[in-house]
C-alpha cells in the first residue's frame, strides 16, 4: 500500500477571507496585551489631527505592536517591520498591515514618556491578574514580596516600589531598541536578490546551482553508486 500524506498546498489561493482570530490559540499572551492596551486612555500619544496627509496609523495598534515584541525581544524598528510579514502573532496584533520601520521608529520616539508610562501600565495590569511574566518581562513581584507587609502605608510603599521597577524595566527595553536601530543602520540585513524574488525564476537558479554542484556530489560516491558517508571514507583512509 502506497505511503499517503497530507496535502500540503501553497500554490492555491484562498478563496475565502482567513479569519484572523484563528491564527492563534485562545491563551497566547497578544491577546491579553491587546485587551490590556485598549482599557488604556491613548489620548497622550501624537497624532496628526488635521486629516492632512496619508492615513496613519493607530496608536492602539502601533503600541500593542511595540509592546508584544520588545517583551518577545525583538527590538529594531526594521526587524518589526520584517515580523509583520513573517510572525503569525505580529500579523495578527497589525490585522495584517505593515508599518515600515520609519513609522515605527517615529512612533516611538515621539511618545516616548507616553510609551513609556502606557507599558508600565500594562505590565501592572499583568501583575493584577497574577500573570507572573509578559513574555521575558517578570510582573510577578518577586522582588518585592519577601518585604511584604499588611500595614497599608507599606504596602502602598512597597507597590510604588514595584512601578519603579517596571518603569526601570520598560527604559531598559527602549534602550535596547535604540541600540538596535544605530546597529541595523550599520549592518544590511539579508536580502534576497531581485531576479530571485519570482518564484519561476528562483526555481530555474537553483536547478542550474545543482546542476553545477553535480560534478562533486559525484566524486564522492562509492563504488556501489550510493554516496558514503563521512564516517565511512575516514575509515577507508585509517585502513
Known sequence: MPARFV??????PMFLPCDLREWLPADHIVHFILDAVEQLPLHHFRVNTRGTGSEQYPPAMMLALLIYCYATGRFGSRTIEAATFSDVAVRFICANQHPDHASICTFRTANEPAFVAAF???LQLAHHLRLTQVGSVSVDGSKF???ASK??????????????????????????????????TKTPGLDIPAELRRR???????????ELGGGATTRIRGQSGRPRSATRRGQEAAG
Open 200 to 210: 519561476e525564476q528562483r526555481v530555474a537558479a537553483l536547478q542550474r546551482a545543482r
Open 120 to 122: 508600565t501600565q500594562v
Open 145 to 147: 514580596a519577601a518585604n
Open 7 to 12: 496535502n500540503v498546498d501553497r500554490q492555491t
Open 151 to 184: 500595614h497599608a502605608a507599606v504596602s502602598y510603599q512597597r507597590a510604588g516600589e514595584m512601578i519603579a521597577q517596571l518603569e526601570l524595566e520598560v527604559q531598559e527595553l527602549i534602550t535596547h531598541a535604540k541600540q538596535a536601530d544605530v546597529q541595523e
